[in-house]
């Protein structure tokens, strides 16, 4: 676990790409991908699975990871992103600013449902019900041991 913060946070504080850090930042942007190759594809799949609860929508959330997880920079961000997008009906992604700077992204999902307030709610929903399986799944493999 050390192991794996210490290579996000290296991820994060020196995988910019900016001349200063662009051999240092490229290799340990390039690590950091590698080892959320798996934890992204898993997570989707229990949004997935959390997305059978009433009020969202599974087929839709697998098709959308499907279609729309590789419209996204990041070779791993879009997994669980697609997989919200979809499982709640709403369209992620467009244009969002970073430190006052405006970045056009792909989209991804559907405008099913427009975001509204009510949005927020859903997605803390969705987000405790995958967290809860998380947990579940973790505690019946230690229990495996």
């Given at each position: 676990m050390a192991a794996y913060k210490a290579i996000n946070t290296l991820d994060?504080?020196?995988?910019?790409?900016?001349?200063?850090?662009?051999?240092?930042?490229?290799?340990?942007?390039?690590?950091d991908d590698l080892a959320n190759l798996i934890p992204a594809r898993l997570t989707a799949l229990l949004?997935?699975?959390?997305?059978?609860?009433?009020g969202f929508d599974?087929?839709?959330?697998?098709?959308v990871t499907?279609?729309?997880?590789?419209?996204?920079?990041?070779?791993?961000?879009?997994?669980?992103e697609a997989a919200f997008a979809g499982a709640l009906g709403v369209q992620l992604?467009?244009?969002?600013?970073?430190?006052?700077?405006s970045i056009h992204k792909n989209t991804l999902g559907d405008v099913a449902?427009?975001?509204?307030r009510d949005s927020f709610y859903r997605?803390?929903?969705?987000?405790?019900?995958?967290?809860?399986?998380?947990?579940?799944a973790i505690a019946g493999w230690i229990g495996c041991l």
């Open positions: 994060s504080i020196a995988g910019y790409r900016n001349e200063r850090y662009r051999e240092f930042g490229w290799a340990s942007a390039r690590v949004i997935w699975t959390a997305s059978l609860l009433p599974a087929r839709r959330s697998f098709r499907l279609r729309d997880a590789g419209k996204q920079p990041s070779p791993n961000a879009g997994y669980p992604g467009g244009t969002n600013y970073y430190c006052g700077v449902v427009p975001l509204r997605v803390r929903v969705l987000l405790y019900a995958t967290e809860g399986l998380c947990v579940a």
